[in-house]
């Protein structure tokens, strides 16, 4: 309830309890009541809201794209990490089904005010979610993002002009997917989570990619952690270094192959 009455009034949960005895208007009573409906039918908050929070910005969500979790800031930390250590200038990135544009819109923040120029290709095989991912780039009036509707399944891609390439695929094994929570099953894109298959699909494409890759580029991979073998696997031999890197749970979460 706090937080739905924080985003009604504009205010943090503090300002909450500093003006406890304010009564609500009646068009914030209306907006409150048809929230706390969307609530009870188990909407996500974040598409309750239209807006997150990701790596300190604030974007426009809703159903037209998969909800970023914080495991996938984990992602954007290690790719700006491998950036700023090295001498790209420009800076190359390719992202690999962006959604929201969350990966994106972080990285060319994150570079924006720096002396070194950043340009990234988005794409993803969903009108919708490229829309949604223009709307967040032009909320920060981000023009060094071009989107690109392509499915990196089927069209034809080379990696070769690229510093550092980045993505979320969608990796949970079918046979997992109906083991999620409702609410994800029910409100998040389906195809955003899973490959209707092993959960392996993009990394198998992945790995005809890694071929076009410069020397000295890197690929930077969200896993589901239960296949870890698997995707070792299926990247062996690609003259690539592999490191794993673990999320908070513990878990396997982090792919990186670095030419």
Do not use: W
Request: proline share 3%; charged share 25%; net charge negative.
């Amino acid at each position: 309830m706090e937080l739905l009455l924080c985003d009604i009034l504009d205010c943090k949960r503090i300002d909450l309890y500093l003006n406890y005895d304010r009564p609500l208007r009646s068009e914030e009573l209306d907006k409150l009541h048809n929230y706390i409906v969307l609530v009870t039918k188990s909407v996500p908050l974040q598409y309750i809201f239209g807006k997150m929070q990701f790596y300190g910005l604030e974007l426009f969500i809703d159903k037209r794209a998969l909800i970023p979790r914080q495991e996938t800031e984990q992602l954007v930390k290690i790719a700006i990490e491998f950036l700023e250590d090295s001498n790209f200038n420009p800076i190359q990135i390719l992202d690999i089904g962006t959604g929201s544009g969350c990966i994106a819109i972080s990285i060319a923040s994150h570079f924006k005010d720096t002396t070194r120029k950043c340009y990234i290709d988005a794409i993803d095989n969903s009108v919708d979610s490229l829309e949604l991912a223009k709307e967040n780039a032009q909320k920060y009036n981000l023009n060094n993002i071009e989107f690109h509707l392509l499915d990196i399944l089927k069209g034809n891609i080379s990696l070769e002009k690229y510093n550092c390439i980045v993505s979320n695929p969608p990796y949970i094994p079918l046979k997992n997917y109906n083991l999620l929570d409702k609410q994800i099953r029910e409100y998040e894109p389906q195809s955003s989570l899973t490959d209707f298959s092993d959960g392996l699909t993009f990394y198998k494409r992945y790995k005809e990619l890694v071929e076009t890759m410069q020397v000295g580029s890197m690929m930077i991979l969200e896993i589901d952690g239960s296949n870890t073998n698997d995707l070792l696997e299926i990247f062996k031999n690609n003259n690539c270094k592999i490191e794993i890197f673990k999320d908070l749970a513990g878990i396997d979460r982090i792919m990186t192959l670095k030419k």
